[in-house]
């Protein structure tokens, strides 16, 4: 038998699952390290747009910014519209969707001013560019009608589930009908809650995270009396 065929049978083979299994590990890899490009070219987007502004920053300063090509870039993103509407969406909305849901399904015991304060102060603390981000895109909706649209839709859905879910806490706490439309009352919350970011982002430290959990009590407990008649009649 020739040399090179006996160093050939001594080889192990490879089976198919073998190879399988290495191709799909190399494929596991390449997609995590593919996620983690993305979410490095979010947060340098962030930073980016939080820094100059939406309008003035540019894909190569955020592709600089996150140590990657903007061919990069452009391999996950369209473009500057695209980032801004993941930005809104994954750091933002989700979220803000799951503090919804937490609303919806704690127990009537868990007093959930305090996780309203809770979640504010990391909003305060931890994303201020978030708070930004989410300022200019509504400046830049008032002036852009198919953004004002996008931005209109994103709000109506926001405001909805929201008021899905005080009403799933009204029940579960076994309150009186509130007499005013849910999604009227998730409305307000959302404007207090707006008004407050502008306040702290305008004047930093000014707004106590207390304040939003102490102010949504007040309008609950509001409410409430106003449900059960100890309101003044002008005040119902």
């Known amino acids: 038998m020739p040399a090179s065929e006996t160093r050939r049978s001594r080889r192990p083979r490879r089976s198919g699952g073998d190879v399988a299994g290495r191709l799909d590990q190399r494929t596991r890899a390449a997609r995590a390290r593919g996620r983690e490009a993305r979410d490095e ?3 340098a987007a962030l930073r980016v747009f939080a ?3 939406y309008r003035q920053a540019g894909v190569d300063e955020i592709a600089a910014e996150a140590g990657y090509s903007k061919g990069a870039l452009y391999w996950h993103f369209s473009g ?3 980032l801004l509407t993941a930005l809104i969406e ?4 989700a979220p803000m969707r799951d503090r919804v849901a937490l609303l919806a399904s704690a127990p009537p015991e868990r007093d959930m001013s305090v996780e309203a304060t809770r979640a ?3 909003q305060l603390g931890e994303q201020r560019e978030a708070m930004l981000l989410e300022r200019e895109y509504w400046t830049l909706a008032i002036r852009d009608p198919e953004l004002r649209a996008r931005y209109a839709e994103r709000q109506t859905e926001l405001r909805g589930s929201l ?3 005080m009403e799933a806490r009204a029940r579960h706490l076994g309150t009186p009908n509130l007499t005013m439309p849910a999604e009227e009352v998730a409305r307000i919350v959302m404007s207090i809650i ?3 970011a502008v306040d702290e982002l305008i004047e930093p430290g000014s707004v106590r995270p207390e304040l939003l959990g102490e102010a949504l009590a007040l309008v609950y407990a509001g409410l409430v009396a106003r449900a059960q008649g100890a309101l003044p009649p002008d005040a119902r």
Do not use: N, S, V
């Not at 994954?90 to 909305?93: G, L, M, N, V, W």
């Open 41 to 43: 070219l979010l947060t």
């Open 51 to 53: 820094r100059r502004g």
């Open 80 to 82: 500057k519209e695209e």
């Open 90 to 93: 994954e750091r933002i909305d």
């Open 120 to 122: 504010f102060a990391q």
């Open 163 to 165: 008021a899905t879910a």
């Open 194 to 196: 707006g008004g407050l």
